[in-house]
């Protein structure tokens, strides 16, 4: 298969950005996209090293960056908007899911990092999403100290409720709600945190207190409100539903009655 | 230096030996806690879990990671589930037999007390993450649930659907975010440890590139933990994620830590098959598939050749025409024999002619009775995720043909040795999780690795460092401006420029796919004296092609990934040859590690107790000089050692 890409190719984060378009060849159908970038790279790796190549302008920013790891949809690592979606046209896939077999041949696709202001650039295709762990200090743990915790079945557990608090512990926080979201909101991720420790009894003791703080520090570190577009559950790779940013509200709403 | 080597396995009884090292370790008071410090580098499960459980002591812990977030460390990817000694099934589990399994399982190549001791706190573990909010599966009463893994008979593994590694890691990093918040942890997500410094003779901190900004960063502390993981990427194509790699615990194997049991690597059955040239990724179908999946290939050749020719679907084979050869060869534990066993079985079937894709690498794991036996609904609340990952790669649905699997590079049980208290042979520096060799001997039994991490994270490593750090308190910071930090640093600049200065025209990965096809092929499932030679060989030339071609573009100030790769790449030419000379000296079939020539006339592997029964540790004696073996002699007290047999 063919391609045409369009990338943002930006150097740092106080560069300006820019799109380049390349063209790409002889890709398997059965590759996936980010092999595709991959063989990408080292075309552009070899290029510019090819004097004629340069002087054909073939390319002038070296490889494009973009972040990366397990390549199997749970590490939440790649975080790339293609074609106007978070993680490309296949529903309920990371980046590194998505395969060219998606695309039609000889199509152009435009690739663009992660946009929010909560994310800065740090190169290319690759964002600084350090405001997610700073919610997460914010409250998204239970208190227990090492060694003090009473025998696993002491504390039961329906079946639906451990399911229903692994649906929303199944995040991996990759920030795709974010970059959908038309207010660059942050709600679903910290829902998905405090919903999945609200439904255990262990995360009982310090529900309210820990969604009045993540809430307090999503505003504070610049992502916006929700406005219940429901965009952000429709792109999460996990289908994780906005029913538990409806559980989150509730617990908001006892601290604040607590105050 | 052999008197290196002291194990400080404590006497007595075996149940007793880790209550026994408690007893004698030396603490640390709470309010001497606080001037003391401490560098944890890596943050899977062991790495998070050991920051975030000094951080609560009250130590002054800096953790590193190569991620944006310690969340994405590999762990996360951990499928099937994690082993614990609980016995909630009622079917005579116990401490010992968790034990047993896991010698047994490991070939009788590791050492009985730290096996022993990892059985004892696997209880404890899992106390401790449900306490966290892991939400482990749960039986219709609210009880946790368990399900069966490879080379044991009884039901002991917790899981979190297919993402109990997700879970756990989850935990462990909330917890560590608990402690940023109370400062007692500072976190530096993408930075890199590129050296080790060494101040009198003992580990005093690192030197890490900061990822983002490119530049050379000194930190110091009183102790320096290694909690990296394994070197699978040596072979470029294996299960481990992409930045996975061998460097940190290869700097300290440079600057004097013993490398123990390099050849031991973990080849998982169950892999995708890999499906071109342009792949470079290995993607893993969790063991708990064999639980209910059963491996198959034809037993007519002209069933394969029209499977490959795509002329017949799998499941138009009748059931007498199918050859189920795990369960033919083991009748006693059939799917659910060990990895290393599962791994050579189906390699033997696809030598012999019998592989059922296109290249003739690959066999079937067929879900169709469990469909039939268990319902949809159940086969989907034990698999679902596993299955719909598997048909987002293939495109082929398992609920209706089988999955098309193949051996894969998973894990490497050997790594830095430790001491019983896993500290290194350098005073000071201590690894945890897979990044040591101690506790899988040659083959990792399933879901054992998250129980490792977390035993050694947990429970183990906050108690054994404070023994040396007992006496450290009064010592003034590290400081780093000492020469040792300066030379280190030097070095590591002279590594970067000398890469920049190459401008060559290949590529990293190309170089990295030739050096992984090297290691696949004579230092993978099935390894020879003369291949192994070869190997050695085949892997300088390629040293020697990368330092005279290889292209880094770029500069060093900027993010700047194929800097990354090639410094990585660097050491995974060093780890391939020891592992390679390691192989070569051990002339024994055991575990993961198949020598053709120590086999048996059924093919089975041939371990060989009389000349073999140590740890390899190697000792690093410079630049192309050939590392020195030592040998740590493995007792066995209180198991007898038997040939591994799992036919009944």
């Not at chain 2, 600049?493 to 060559?504: C, E, N, P, T, Y």
């Not at chain 2, 290691?519 to 050695?536: N, Q, T």
Request: glycine letters at 8%.
């Amino acid at each position: 298969m063919d391609f045409n890409l369009k990338i943002w190719r930006q150097k740092n984060a106080h560069e300006k950005g820019h799109f380049e378009t390349y063209h790409i060849s002889g890709i398997e159908e059965d590759a996936s996209f980010l092999e595709m970038l991959d063989i990408l790279n080292e075309q552009l790796i070899r290029e510019g090293n090819d004097p004629v190549a340069v002087e054909r302008g073939c390319q002038s920013s070296g490889p494009v960056s973009f972040d990366h790891d397990c390549r199997e949809g749970i590490c939440g690592a790649c975080s790339l908007y293609i074609d106007g979606r978070a993680h490309g046209p296949d529903d309920h896939v990371t980046t590194c899911q998505l395969f060219m077999r998606h695309f039609k041949d000889g199509a152009t696709i435009t690739v663009e990092p992660f946009r929010s202001p909560a994310f800065p650039i740090i190169k290319d295709l690759v964002v600084d999403r350090s405001a997610f762990d700073k919610i997460l200090q914010a409250g998204g743990f239970i208190s227990v100290r090492t060694g003090a915790a009473q025998d696993g079945n002491a504390i039961l557990i329906p079946h639906e409720d451990a399911e229903k608090s692994m649906d929303a512990a199944a995040c991996v926080g990759c920030g795709a709600c974010v970059a959908t979201c038309k207010n660059g909101s942050a709600m679903l991720f910290v829902a998905a945190r405090v919903s999945s420790l609200a439904l255990l009894p262990q995360g009982r003791p310090e529900a309210a207190r820990r969604a009045k703080n993540m809430v307090a520090k999503m505003e504070e570190l610049g992502f916006g409100g929700c406005t219940n577009t429901r965009a952000c559950e429709m792109e999460c790779p996990k289908g994780i539903s906005i029913d538990h940013i409806a559980r989150l509200n509730r617990e908001f709403l006892k601290a604040k009655f607590r105050d | 230096m052999a008197d290196k080597l002291i194990s400080k396995i404590p006497d007595g009884p075996l149940a007793e030996k880790w209550t026994k090292r408690k007893s004698e370790l030396r603490l640390v008071n709470p309010n001497n806690r606080r001037k003391l410090e401490i560098i944890v580098v890596g943050t899977g499960l062991g790495g998070a879990s050991a920051a975030a459980s000094l951080g609560e002591l009250g130590y002054n812990v800096k953790v590193f990671c190569i991620s944006d977030s310690p969340r994405r460390a590999h762990s996360i990817a951990a499928q099937g589930g994690i082993n614990a000694a609980k016995n909630y099934q009622n079917d005579n589990d116990a401490v010992y037999r968790l034990f047993y399994d896991t010698i047994k399982g490991g070939d009788y190549r590791s050492r009985e007390a730290n096996v022993y001791r990892l059985a004892e706190v696997s209880a404890a573990i899992i106390d401790q993450c449900v306490a966290q909010g892991v939400p482990f599966a749960r039986e219709y009463g609210g009880y946790l649930a368990n399900r069966s893994f490879g080379g044991v008979q009884v039901s002991r593994t917790f899981y979190a659907r297919g993402q109990t590694g997700q879970q756990l890691l989850l935990g462990a990093y909330a917890a560590l975010n608990r402690q940023v918040a109370a400062g007692t942890v500072t976190s530096y997500p993408r930075h890199e440890m590129l050296d080790l410094v060494i101040v009198n003779g003992q580990a005093k901190g690192i030197i890490a590139r900061n990822l983002v900004t490119g530049k050379l960063e000194r930190f110091g502390a009183h102790a320096v933990v290694i909690a990296t993981g394994g070197y699978g990427n040596t072979y470029f194509l294996s299960t481990n994620a992409m930045n996975s790699n061998g460097s940190a615990a290869w700097q300290c194997y440079k600057k004097g830590a013993y490398f123990a049991n390099p050849c031991f690597a973990q080849i998982h059955p169950t892999c995708i098959p890999v499906h071109g040239e342009q792949q470079c990724k290995l993607t893993l179908m969790s063991e708990s598939l064999r639980n209910d999946g059963r491996i198959w290939v034809p037993k007519k050749m002209e069933d394969v050749m029209k499977l490959r020719k795509k002329e017949i679907k799998p499941s138009q084979i009748p059931e007498e025409d199918r050859d189920y050869y795990l369960e033919r060869r083991y009748p006693a534990f059939g799917n659910l024999v060990p990895r290393d066993v599962a791994s050579r079985a189906a390699k033997e079937r696809c030598d012999a002619g019998y592989g059922v894709n296109e290249t003739g690498l690959a066999v079937f794991l067929d879900f169709s009775d469990a469909i039939k036996r268990l319902g949809h609904q159940r086969v989907q609340e034990r698999y679902g995720n596993l299955f719909d990952m598997y048909f987002k790669i293939n495109n082929v649905s398992p609920w209706e043909e089988p999955m098309m699997i193949y051996p894969a590079i998973h894990y490497t049980m050997g790594g830095i040795w430790v001491d019983y208290d896993l500290q290194t042979t350098i005073p000071g520096l201590y690894a945890i999780g897979e990044a040591n060799f101690s506790d899988h001997g040659g083959n990792r039994l399933g879901a054992s690795a998250l129980m490792q991490g977390l035993a050694d994270g947990y429970f183990v490593l906050p108690v054994t460092i404070a023994d040396y750090l007992s006496n450290k308190f009064a010592e003034p910071k590290t400081d780093i401006n000492d020469p040792a930090f300066d030379e280190a640093e030097k070095a590591v600049q002279a590594r970067i420029d000398k890469l920049f200065s190459i401008k060559g025209k290949k590529t990293v990965d190309s170089l990295h796919k030739k050096l992984g096809n090297i290691m696949w092929e004579y230092v993978g499932m099935a390894r020879s004296e003369e291949g192994l030679k070869k190997a050695i060989e085949e892997i300088k030339e390629l040293k020697k092609e990368f330092y005279e071609d290889v292209c880094v573009p770029g500069d060093q100030y900027q993010f700047n990934q194929e800097l990354e790769k090639a410094l990585r790449l660097e050491d995974f030419f060093e780890i391939g040859e020891l592992m390679a000379r390691d192989a070569l000296n051990r002339n024994e079939s055991c575990g993961g590690h198949f020598r053709i020539e120590s086999q048996t006339e059924e093919g089975e592997a041939k371990r060989d107790d009389a000349n073999y029964m140590y740890v390899a540790a190697w000792e690093y004696k410079g630049e192309d000089k050939e590392p020195e073996l030592h040998k740590e002699p493995l007792k066995y007290e209180f198991i007898e050692v038997k040939t591994r047999n799992y036919k009944e």
